[in-house]
């Protein structure tokens, strides 16, 4: 079975502040890691995907993560924040049942950017 | 056109109507999903159909009820709702069995009044 932990609801950084969204597994097979960013009255977008290779993937406006298996973790970070990142981030972990790829998605954090 | 495309963006119905949610991919996935998204609470798996065949049913309410006529189009019609209803729905797709992640669907804002 596999299941996503994000710890804090609410993150609010400073404009050109790092950004840290915090991300946990579980997962009964090597899993496939996604983080994904919704804004306002949007679907989500993918920001980034670990699916096997190097540990550290970078993604969509400036964004990185770093799978560790010791930690169960795929925390996002993107070293200098800008309002634009203002939005919804969701962690999100694959597995297959039932015939189906299907994804597991934590319950999100809101971003909040100060200018 | 590409992509995962929804219509309508907003809909606002009364608990007595009947209406459907549309969703199209021109990707060449071979699954599609529906999920629920509702203020406060993670987001909630409905229904999957992989090759056209419905896979997966999260003990979603019969008023409720899916339709993927092709891989290309998903249906979510609706009736008699309730106000807990109001939500965002989004429709996602993927290539079966290859873990690539969903792509997604701009969601139908519905209101039910």
């Known amino acids: 079975a596999q299941s996503v932990t994000q710890l804090g609801s609410h993150v609010s950084v400073s404009e050109g502040a790092l950004v840290l969204l915090r991300c946990n597994y579980s997962s009964s097979v090597p899993p496939y890691l996604f983080w994904y960013v919704q804004y306002p009255n949007q679907g989500l977008q993918l920001l980034l995907k670990?699916?096997?290779?190097?540990?550290l993937v970078k993604g969509i406006n400036g964004f990185e993560a770093e799978f560790k298996k010791s930690e169960t973790s795929f925390h996002l970070t993107k070293p200098s924040a800008h309002m634009s990142d203002a939005a919804e981030y969701f962690c999100a972990v694959s597995g297959v049942s039932t015939g189906a790829n299907n994804l597991f998605f934590g319950t999100g954090t809101r971003l909040t950017v100060i200018p | 056109e590409t992509g995962v495309t929804q219509t309508p963006r907003h809909l606002v119905m009364g608990m007595t109507n009947k209406k459907s949610l549309k969703c199209e991919q021109h990707l060449g996935h071979n699954a599609m999903y529906w999920y629920k998204q509702s203020a406060k609470k993670p987001l909630e798996l409905m229904f999957v159909?992989?090759?056209?065949?419905?896979?997966e049913n999260n003990s979603v309410p019969s008023r409720f009820s899916p339709e993927c006529p092709n891989s290309s189009h998903l249906f979510l019609h609706l009736h008699t709702l309730q106000p807990e209803d109001s939500a965002l729905y989004l429709c996602?797709?993927?290539?079966?069995?290859?873990?690539?992640?969903?792509?997604f669907g701009s969601g139908t804002r519905l209101t039910v009044v």
């Open positions: 670990y699916t096997t290779g190097a540990t």
């Open positions: 996602a797709s993927s290539q079966d069995r290859e873990n690539y992640g969903y792509t």
């Open positions: 159909y992989s090759l056209e065949e419905r896979v």
